[in-house]
């Protein structure tokens, strides 16, 4: 890779107490999702709805229900028929200025904002207003049934009502990660590169030669019985937690599910996306929409994602403007969502990269 696409946006690494107290043992294995309704193994299941339940934080003892840190979104907007669930944190004061720009954070597929819990609290801190959303199908967002094709140009038309409607000012930087609907945000971004001033993408595949991880291929199996019913339960826990070096804490894990455990829909949202799109037709596009990306754009790739190779990554960026970095010197051992491996380390480069003019 020659130098002039590389910056240097050190991380720190964690220490052995950070880890020995936020990652204790959850079932990490691939397997792909079940024809059952029921969650294969529920482990802590909710009795009652999640509406009903107060999240208390195991460290501090705070109530952390109808925050950004509780299992679902608090927030919402309603535009195009839709509501549409968000998260947020409190910018300090101290540290806001106007020209500080503010954050949207997207999530993959089988995903939600959930992931994004630390960074926003951890770039309020730094003093940016900062909103992570739920795609159309997760986390708390509408689980359409009829109205909504989930195709690639349905996710991006939707994104875009949204994003018109959030309370965010425009441009912001636009924080991306993930499989389908990494994809999709990034379309997003290169049509609309007016609304984004820099571009952070996380673990996303990019390179025309990536594959689908094993759970999202099982949709596209060449036969019909081999593919997942349309109301198989979808294992968020599991597909959250894998791809990562460490294990993931039982809490986590039942948020990423509780999308899934509360609603059935969410789980058929996940079997119309894989059919409503092509996964080479999507990295094609975005590989053609990014010759002309023009924008400072940050990668942060964590090394030891089981899904995507870096090589991979850094062919595709050997093609692309030098506006695209890569960061580099990371020392933190990430994997695939390093944003929720390790939020604490990786966030220090995305405030450096943002705020530099």
Sequence with gaps: MQSMKTGYFPVVAPSAEQFSTRHVSILRSQPTPTS????PTPALQWRVK?????????MTGEIISGTSMGFLAPSSIDVGGFTWAYRTADVNPKEATPDKLPVLCLHGIG?????????????GTAGHTTIALDFLGHGASSKPTSSFD??????????NQAIDALPLNKPFVLIVHGYILGQVALLWAARNQDKVAKLVIFNTPLSLKSKLRPELAAYKAPLAFMRPKPDAYFDAANFNAAGSPY???????????AAYDN????????????EAIDFSTLLSEVNEEYYSWKNPA?????GAD???DLKLVLDWLETKRTCIQMATGIEAKVGHMPHEDFAEGVTPAIVKFIQEA
């Design 111 to 123: 995903s939600s904002s959930y992931s994004y819990r630390n960074v926003i609290r951890l770039l």
């Design 263 to 274: 609603d059935p829909a969410a789980s058929a949202v996940i079997y119309r996306t894989m």
């Design 150 to 159: 989930y195709s690639s140009e349905s996710y991006i038309a939707s994104l």
């Design 298 to 302: 940050l990668m942060i790739h964590g």
């Design 50 to 58: 999640s509406s009903e339940l107060e999240e208390v934080d195991p």
């Design 247 to 257: 294990a993931m804490q039982r809490k986590d894990a039942d948020a990423y599910a």
């Design 306 to 308: 089981s899904f995507l």
């Design 36 to 39: 059952s309704k029921k969650r």
